[in-house]
């Protein structure tokens, strides 16, 4: 705005110069056309003077000359709008051209500032995909961890259950074990210890806490063990030294056990300690534990 302002003042200031000189210059002319009318019928010199002819020449003469300082006057007038329209003209191409240069110089800024932003941008583009990888990542990831949770919590269940299990297992294990070493111990005192005088006593209780195999035997045999302790007025009298478990299962445990049996007879007016080991199999029937199988090893 300010350089367009400035070029109209410089046209308006050129125009009015134009016009000063042209008011001068007519002015000029007119003086001297005047000084000319003036000369010309008041002093003539020579022979035109003296003669009517000379006159009509002068005067024509004079009239020529201020017709022609008028005319000179007139182009001068007319060519100053000329003139000032050609500074007008100068001073829009002029503008024209300092504008043309500021448009070439800002779009040539704005080329050198488009690939510094651009440049500028880049980092800030890259910055925000990987962002979006990292979030893609973190949501696969997500998707990914379900699942894996989901077996871990399941191994983890199964395996609690299996140790559980494990641990139940061991546990009823020794149970029965315990059990069945005590039921040996006190069947083994019942089986050992006996006496001529109580003879249906012992042989019921040495029945009652058998089964299978072992009751079957002792069964058959009972009668001819009876002839003998009464023939011979014995008796005997039981002691476990030491037992442990040799073999467990749920239903079923072998013992190990070491007796010692005191025994009075008529043969022998000495009690006799007779030593034994016996291998006892406990059998579970009915929440009891029986002695299935009894040997000497």
Known sequence: MSRKTSGSLQERASADAAADDAAADDATVGDAAESTAESTPGE????????????SAAGAEGSQSAAAARNAVGAKVATAPADADAGSATGASAERAVDTTEEKAEGDAAARAEPEATGEAAPAARAGEAGQRGRRVLAVARRGLVPALSVLAIAATVAAVFFGWKVKQHNDLQAAADEALAAARAYAVTLTSVDSNNL?????????????????????SSGQLRELLVENKATGQGTVLDAAVKSAGETEVEVLLFIDQTVTNTASADPRIDRSRVVMT???????????RVYLP
């Not at 406990?282 to 299935?292: F, H, T």
Request: aromatic share 10%.
């Open 44 to 55: 003539p010199s020579g022979p035109a003077a003296d003669s009517p002819g000379g006159d």
């Open 200 to 220: 249906d006593r012992d042989f019921a209780a040495v029945l009652d806490g058998s089964t299978g195999e072992f009751r079957d035997m002792y069964t058959r």
């Open 282 to 292: 406990m059998q579970l029937v009915d929440g009891r534990w029986l002695a299935a």
